[in-house]
Antibody, heavy 123, light 107 residues
Framework: QVQLVQSGAEVKKPGASVKVSCKIS????????MHWVRQAPGKGLEWMGGFAPEDGKTVYAQKFQGRVTMTEDTSTDTAYMELSSLRSEDTAVYYCTTEPYIAYCSGGSCYLWGQGTLVTVSA | DIQMTQSPSPLSASVGDRVTITCRTS??????LNWYQQIPGRAPKLLIY???NLHPGVPLRFSGSGSGTDFILTISSLQPEDFATYYCQQTYSTPRTFGQGTTVEIK
């Protein structure tokens, strides 16, 4: 079954770091372009960064430069997003999502979303 | 950065109505545009990819059109399960950007 499965909810104190994982099944990580999107409570979708095939590299949104690190473990087909120096405004649901890269994609089958991981930042 | 402007926001409609949501981009993006539906507490669900292609399993009452800078999502006959928030997203360049969302509310 083609899906993205994310790690569970986290509660962190201000100043701490959080690392969210996203395991892909049905494709390999190298076949797709992995991105991370977050959604604060009651707000819209915000792209944080991801592998951009058009740039040939991982690109981070300017807002998160210096605080976010996105990595991939191709041996386990798991992607990670680590956000540091957390503040209350980082409380949000974090999603991993994919785009087509080198995989053969039937229809929109390569546009996958994880179930979301709630990260709560509170003292 | 490519700015995305959705309208209207919000949108009040009744069951059976024909509904159109517009997404305008600040630069041309060819057809690199997706439409998503989101129900509160759930991950976004892909409806339309590459501007006009219906994702398998999505009801035929949904359709997408447009190219360049102007795009439209149409729901031909609104159903109760369609009351949700809809987002457009461009995948033409980084940073990827989303519209601000259009919430379809019950009139």
């Amino acid at each position: 079954q083609v899906q993205l499965v994310q790690s569970g909810a986290e509660v962190k104190k201000p100043g701490a770091s959080v690392k969210v994982s996203c395991k892909i099944s049905g494709y390999t990580l190298s076949e797709l372009s992995m991105h991370w999107v977050r959604q604060a409570p009651g707000k819209g979708l915000e792209w944080m960064g991801g592998f951009a095939p058009e740039d040939g590299k991982t690109v981070y949104a300017q807002k998160f430069q210096g605080r976010v690190t996105m990595t991939e473990d191709t041996s386990t087909d798991t992607a990670y997003m680590e956000l540091s120096s957390l503040r209350s405004e980082d409380t949000a649901v974090y999603y991993c999502t994919t785009e087509p890269y080198i995989a053969y994609c039937s229809g929109g089958s390569c546009y996958l979303w994880g179930q979301g991981t709630l990260v709560t930042v509170s003292a | 950065d490519i700015q995305m402007t959705q309208s209207p926001s919000p949108l009040s409609a009744s069951v059976g109505d024909r509904v159109t949501i517009t997404c305008r981009t600040s630069q041309t993006i060819s057809n690199y545009l997706n439409w998503y539906q989101q129900i509160p507490g759930r991950a976004p669900k892909l409806l339309i990819y590459a501007a006009s292609n219906l994702h398998p399993g999505v009801p035929l009452r949904f359709s997408g059109s447009g190219s360049g800078t102007d795009f439209i999502l149409t729901i031909s006959s609104l159903q109760p399960e369609d009351f949700a928030t809809y987002y457009c997203q461009q995948t033409y360049s980084t940073p990827r950007t989303f519209g601000q969302g259009t919430t379809v509310e019950i009139k």
